[in-house]
T-cell receptor
């Protein structure tokens, strides 16, 4: 049981390039989230998904797109990377099944460190 | 913006209790207090949460004042592995299942040997 995994761990992009960050979870969780964390700051929510095929905007969605084609995967895309998107990206998941009412407990991945030059 | 105020940093001797305060003076009646921690740039980890009663689990205790405007997370016997950034988050209990947490800058706790 690997929990939440993120690919890649590190990436350097040039301005204008595109890339996709992959988040995978093997816990059969319904809910998935993408956050970014800038140096010295807390996490900010980018997008989230409450189930396969559904996504919604979070606090800072501009410049990002997401897809949830499979329940276990949540993809974060940058179509045209900008230096302002240099950050550490965290994926998280949570579930409504099992222990009742534990959707508040989000399980986080190890993060992807992205640098845009 | 985060609805909470926490000290930037704190030190605690190993084996002693670590008491981490959090102010949330504008908390609403339906909002809970959640605590997460982030160890050395790893993803955050859930610790505990509460509404108005004190709570305890295997990791920590949470003391919420009667007026609910502040709370304290207590790690009863801090170890070096408890060195981390601790986040206090105020959020309503979600009826839709979605928890859109707002993480502030947290308190950097350093446990000293």
């Amino acid at each position: 049981n690997a929990g939440v995994t993120q690919t890649p761990k590190f990436r350097v992009l040039k301005t204008g390039q595109s890339m996709t960050l992959l988040c995978a979870q093997d816990m059969n969780h319904e809910y998935m989230y993408w956050y970014r964390q800038d140096p010295g700051m807390g996490l900010r929510l980018i997008h989230y998904s409450v189930g396969e095929g559904t996504t919604a905007k979070g606090e800072v969605p501009d410049g990002y797109n997401v897809s949830r084609l499979k329940k276990q995967n949540f993809l974060l895309g940058l179509e045209s990377a900008a230096p302002s998107q240099t950050s550490v990206y965290f994926c998280a998941s949570s579930t409504s099944t099992g222990l009742a009412g534990r959707l508040y407990e989000q399980y986080f991945g190890p993060g992807t460190r992205l640098t845009v030059t | 913006d985060a609805k909470t105020t926490q000290p930037t940093s704190m030190d605690c001797a190993e084996g002693r209790a670590a008491n981490l305060p959090c102010n949330h003076s504008t908390i609403s009646g339906n909002e809970y207090v959640y605590w997460y921690r982030q160890i050395h740039s790893q993803g955050p980890q859930y610790i505990i949460h509460g509404l108005k009663n004190n709570e305890t689990n295997e990791m920590a205790s949470l003391i919420i004042t009667e007026d609910r405007k502040s709370s304290t997370l207590i790690l009863p016997h801090a170890t070096l592995r408890d060195t981390a950034v601790y986040y206090c988050i105020v959020s309503p209990r979600s009826t839709s299942g979605t928890y859109k947490y707002i993480f502030g800058t947290g308190t950097r706790l350093k446990v000293l040997a």
